[in-house]
Antibody, heavy 116, light 110 residues
Framework: QVQLQESGPGLVKPSETLSLTCAVS?????????WGWIRQPPGKGLEWIGS???????YYNPSLKSRVTISVDTSKNQFSLKLSSVTAADTAVYYC?????????WGQGTLVTVSS | QSALTQPASVSGSPGQSITISCTGT?????????VSWYQQHPGKAPKLMIY???NRPSGVSNRFSGSKSGNTASLTISGLQAEDEADYYC??????????FGGGTKLTVL
């Protein structure tokens, strides 16, 4: 059973960089799958942020592309999200998920609040 | 990329059937069979209910079914139960090698 767990600061200051990590267990990232990040502002819908293949190929939401970097660390079996120049509009629950034509396994989500 | 279009809310009585639509374009829903549906209860992570238009993951009730016609996909829930009350989101692969979600539909079981 694949399990994902997000971790990172719950509070980030405006203009700084949001950094989250997703630890994967029960499956080796090197074996395949794409791995993705999704976010959900409080009371709103889901938004696709981007995804990465184990080889490092990345695909980003065009609306966030200039601020997003997703990377993978196969030695630690985890992948990461960096979102730069954050504002209050980036306050959301951030989820990581496995992607195989669909999002089959999800992390529990972590709330990140952007505030000074 | 624009979000897929879903009705904001639908409702039905226990035992009835409801259908939630998800409208996109030929660059997403209409162009690929990578349409999936997710159920989300308050405070919980989304759960995959339908993948590749009409397939159910193991453990998902056969009361849930999916279909697609042109640029519009649909999720049907038959024999509504109180536990089905949740938010539902559709998602599709796009021609930009990215993914897009619908705005979400709140299902109320009366």
């Amino acid at each position: 059973q694949v399990q994902l767990q997000e971790s990172g600061p719950g509070l980030v200051k405006p203009s700084e960089t949001l950094s989250l990590t997703c630890a994967v267990s029960g499956y080796s990232i090197s074996s395949g799958y794409y791995w993705g990040w999704i976010r959900q502002p409080p009371g709103k819908g889901l938004e696709w942020i981007g995804s990465i293949y184990h080889s490092g190929s990345t695909y980003y939401n065009p609306s966030l592309k200039s601020r997003v970097t997703i990377s993978v660390d196969t030695s630690k079996n985890q992948f990461s999200l960096k979102l730069s120049s954050v504002t209050a509009a980036d306050t959301a629950v951030y989820y990581c998920a496995s992607v195989s034509g669909y999002l089959d396994y999800w992390g529990q989500g972590t709330l990140v609040t952007v505030s000074s | 990329q624009s979000a897929l279009t879903q009705p904001a809310s639908v409702s039905g009585s226990p035992g009835q059937s409801i259908t939630i639509s998800c409208t996109g374009t030929s660059s997403d829903v209409g162009g690929y069979n990578y349409v999936s549906w997710y159920q989300q209860h308050p405070g919980k992570a989304p759960k995959l209910m339908i993948y590749e238009v009409s397939n159910r993951p193991s453990g998902v009730s056969n009361r849930f079914s999916g279909s697609k016609s042109g640029n519009t996909a649909s999720l049907t829930i038959s024999g509504l139960q109180a536990e089905d009350e949740a938010d539902y989101y559709c998602s599709s692969y796009t021609s930009s090698s990215t993914w897009v979600f619908g705005g979400g539909t709140k299902l109320t079981v009366l």
